[in-house]
Structures are given as C-alpha cells and as structure tokens.
C-alpha cells in the first residue's frame, strides 16, 4: 500500500495502513479478522490484535474530526431506545437523529424509565440547544424530562412518526451479530459513538441521489478521509 504521509510515532505501520484498517472495519460489516486478511491481501501482514487496537484507539478520532465538521443539526429530532445484549444482560441503547437522518448521539444505559430518559436528553441539550421538535414513541418516561429541559419544543409522542430511527437502528443489529453480542458496556459506547459517525458519511442516502451525485459525495467522504488521515496523531 502506497504511503505519502509522515508516520505515527511508535506505530511500526503507517497512518495510511492504519486509517484503512479502522475505515474498513467501520463501514462494512467486517470483523478484525476479516480486516487482517483484507490487509495481507494488499501485502500488509498484521495480526487481527493490531487491528483491534486501532480500531480502538483511532476510531474516536475519525468521530470527532466528523461530528466537528459536520453541519449544525436539524432543529427537528427523533429519540428512540432499544434493547442489546451484554453479557446476558438487557441494556437499552438511546438514540438520537436530527430531520436529516444524521446521528445526534447515542448512550447504553441499562435503565429504561425517566432518570434514564432525562441524563440522555440533557446530554443533546447541552450539546445543540433546545429542538424545534422531538419526535419519540409513546414510552411516556421521555414526557417530563422534555417539559423540563426544552419546554417550548413541540413534543410528538408517535409511533409511526419514528420510522427514520427505527431504520437507523439496523446496522446497530447488523454489527451484533458480528460481535456475538457486545462483552461491555464500555465496548458497546465507545464502538457505537464512532461507527454512527463514520457510517454518516460514507453512507449517503442513495435513493435520492442520481449515480453521479451519490459519486460525488463518496469522492467527498474520501477527501474528508484522507484529511482526517493526516490529522491522526499517536
């Protein structure tokens, strides 16, 4: 694999090698060993280990850099939670998505009921200001917390108005049942907070782009890739 960028201090493989292990991993439904042969297939020979740990240690990195320099969200949002596995234990993953279909933020907890509700609400508050809109099923813990904490928000308790989030749970189930169910809670936020983020932007909504468009904004996502790349440090 071709390199033109300085190395990472103390990595024995270049930053190119490693972005492409943690891009690989992140936007197809691949596990480490998949990502180790994809890797020895192009002459790098690496152990499915070295891969988890970059997978680890810069994926973060490629989700700040895209949440920093993503547009300001939809006024608009959708909250939903959902049930995962740790550890033969029920945990609820909430999320959040703007109007748009970009992923505000996500949060495991393993409580459903109104503290939980509340701790992830004033987590996206503080984080973008009070929403126009929230759209939420009929789970009625969320109706306090948003009274609360963005009383002006016209507050839509619907089931059927929630499809967007409910597809954008899919590649969430898609990717546990790669892992065999998630082995912590950690594991389960650290992985989910930066795949939503990488996902955001190399999977553009292709039915309502033409094949030229949906080219383009790949080619961007790239471009945002290799810029990212460079910003990478040990």
Request: hydrophobic residues 40%; contains cysteine; positive net charge.
């Amino acid at each position: 694999m071709l390199t033109k960028m300085p190395g990472l201090k103390g990595f024995r493989y270049h930053r190119e090698i490693i972005a492409y292990a943690v891009w690989a991993y992140h936007r197809f439904a691949l596990s480490t060993a998949d990502v180790e042969d994809l890797l020895a297939a192009r002459g790098v020979v690496v152990s499915r280990e070295a891969v988890r740990l970059w997978v680890n240690r810069f994926g973060q990195h490629f989700a700040d850099c895209i949440r920093r320099d993503r547009p300001w969200p939809n006024d608009k949002w959708h909250l939903d939670e959902v049930v995962i596995t740790i550890r033969g234990k029920k945990h609820w993953l909430w999320r959040a998505i703007d109007a748009n279909g970009d992923v505000l933020d996500i949060l495991v907890q393993t409580r459903r009921n109104a503290k939980a509700a509340k701790r992830f609400f004033k987590r996206l508050v503080a984080k973008f200001g009070e929403p126009r809109v929230v759209i939420t099923d009929k789970l009625r813990s969320y109706i306090k917390p948003i009274k609360t904490l963005a009383p002006d928000a016209n507050h839509r308790a619907h089931k059927g108005l929630n499809n967007a989030i409910e597809v954008s749970h899919r590649p969430t189930r898609k990717r546990e049942k790669i892992f065999g169910k998630f082995k912590s809670h950690r594991q389960a936020q650290r992985f989910l907070s930066a795949h939503d983020q990488i996902n955001l932007i190399f999977r553009p909504r292709r039915y309502q782009l033409t094949a030229i468009s949906y080219r383009h904004a790949r080619s961007d996502a790239f471009g945002l890739w290799e810029d990212y790349t460079a910003e990478m440090v040990a």
